[in-house]
């Protein structure tokens, strides 16, 4: 007898930095969304693909919900609301030892005017003594209703298994939407400019990589190596003088980290060059924004 399937879409929400995209690269096992220490380091939805059995699971991972202060942050955010508007299962992911903010406050109000399952994922639980994660418990529980309330680690992996377990008992049956071979729907370019970008906010300092965007303006395949440009945009001269650094060792820096996941994700050898410009405010700039793929609504579609 045939074995019924299930599958669906799995949409990961929360403030910044409580570890939205560690959780979803460590599921899948690979590195496909951008980390940082840095809040509002995601900047589109990013989906991945889980497959195991008859189970298929699509995560959806967004940018932080947070109090925009450009453009781009409103872009963010909206993104962040229509991914959840849209899927089956949504996780909403703490921090074990935060207290309820007023961005906390506006999730949950956000979480309460939809009626999909919502699982309450308290994440770092590594970082914290076991009594504290009982309080964060405490504290939440009757806030709004929650289907399942899950502690673990995304950084060790603890308890992941038993989150897997818990979505896969509230998606709905149904045909895969992927082929189980599939791991991301994000095309190569994108991971690319998003590599170079993570090594910029890792490597930069305060100031700066908010303010940063990455464009790839060449991406060619030969035989045994990938050629590629790109180019990083950055508001003002200082900052371009920043991103260079003494004699080009920053620029240098930051090619040569991202050079080395580039290679891995493509598992070829790659030759890259990189440029800085500037386009003052392109935060704020709609046109700039379309541009580089960060205009909200349309960016993703
Ligand atoms: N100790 C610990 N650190 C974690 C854990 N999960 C994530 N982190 C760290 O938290 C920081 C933020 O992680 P991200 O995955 O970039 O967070 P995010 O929620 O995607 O952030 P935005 O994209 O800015 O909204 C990084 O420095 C991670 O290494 C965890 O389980 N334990
Ligand atoms: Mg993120």
Known sequence: ???KTRSGFVSIIGRPNVGKSTLMNKIIGQKIAITSSKPQTTRTKISTVYTKGNTQ?????????HKAKNKLGENMVSTAKRTFNESDVCLYL???DTFIGEQDENILSLLRTVSI???LVINKVDKVEKSVVFETITKYKDLIEFAEIVPLSAKTGRNIETLLEVIEKYLPEG???????TLTDQPERQIVSEIIREKGLRCLGEEIPHGIAVVIEKMQFSKNIVDIEASIICERESHKGMIIGKGG???KEIGSKARIDIE???????????FVKIKENWRDSDYLL???GLSGDEADE
């Open 249 to 251: 060792s920053k620029i």
């Open 94 to 96: 703490i921090e074990a």
């Open 175 to 181: 045909p895969f939407y992927y082929d189980p071979e």
């Open 57 to 65: 699971m699509i995560f959806v991972d967004t940018p932080g919900l």
């Open 117 to 119: 399952p919502i699982i």
């Open 290 to 292: 379309k541009n580089f």
């Open 1 to 3: 007898m045939e074995q």
């Open 264 to 274: 891995k994700m493509l598992d070829k050898k790659v030759n890259l060059k990189l």
